[in-house]
């Protein structure tokens, strides 16, 4: 079994997904030990808290750095035997000390089709901001593996998400999430837990 943190900033609709997932048996080769939040007002948080999952908040600021923020974390995963690291919409881009302990370990939801869209800046509505001015037919979403380079990593999945004419930034990223990342996100998490938990059975 591949235990999982959901690192998260937000809604926390993504790991919403993961949790029903979960439970329905999508995800059955990894679950859901711990979520961490470097927000401490994300309401993912009490999503967490109403499923029985253990959070934990910790903040660049309360840290004092962006390095110290990340060692804290890492500390964590590691004090819980984390395995796989899922991004579902956390807000912070994580350097290169802590995205190289975790190579191919640490995926990542965005709500585009990579490489349109994507890279430093790129995230939340303004993904989709950029969309509309850009005026593409046609969007979606991406899970990827994490590296160096923001949204630069592996692709695992992607789902495409048609726009209509009278799409604005907030229905198209409703759209998004409905129709593409609330689906590929479980089933990407059980592709690499399945390869990790595998990985382990071998050891
Ligand atoms: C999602 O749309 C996710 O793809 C996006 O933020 C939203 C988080 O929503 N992530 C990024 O833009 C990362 N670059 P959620 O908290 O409800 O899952």
Redesign the pocket.
């Known amino acids: 079994m591949t235990n999982i943190a959901v690192l998260?900033s937000?809604?926390?609709?993504?790991?919403q997904a993961l949790i029903d997932a979960e439970k329905s048996g999508i995800i059955k080769s990894g679950k859901i030990k711990l979520v961490v939040s470097n927000k401490a007002d994300a309401y993912?948080l009490k999503r967490a808290d109403d499923n029985g999952i253990d959070s934990v908040v910790i903040t660049r600021k309360a840290c004092g750095s962006q390095e110290a923020m990340e060692q804290k974390i890492m500390e964590t995963l590691e004090k819980n035997n984390i395995d796989l690291i899922v991004l579902?919409?956390f807000m912070s881009i994580l350097t290169e000390k802590f995205t190289g302990k975790y190579d191919h370990r640490i995926i990542n939801?965005?709500?585009s089709l990579i490489p349109s869209f994507c890279g430093a800046g790129?995230?939340?509505l303004r993904?989709h901001e950029a969309a509309l001015e850009k005026g593409v037919k046609v969007t979606g979403?991406t899970v990827h593996f994490v590296n160096e380079i923001p949204d630069g990593g592996e692709i695992i999945m992607q789902k495409a998400v048609s726009v209509a004419d009278d799409d604005t930034p907030e229905t198209l990223?409703k759209k998004v999430?409905e129709q593409a990342?609330w689906i590929i996100l479980p089933l990407a998490v059980e592709k690499v837990s399945k390869q990790i938990s595998e990985r382990k059975d071998v050891k």
């Not at 937000?10 to 790991?15: E, K, Q, R, S, V």
Request: no cysteine; net charge negative.
């Open positions: 998260v937000g809604g926390g609709t993504n790991l993912a579902a919409g939801i965005h709500p790129f995230y939340g993904v979403a990223q999430m990342e």
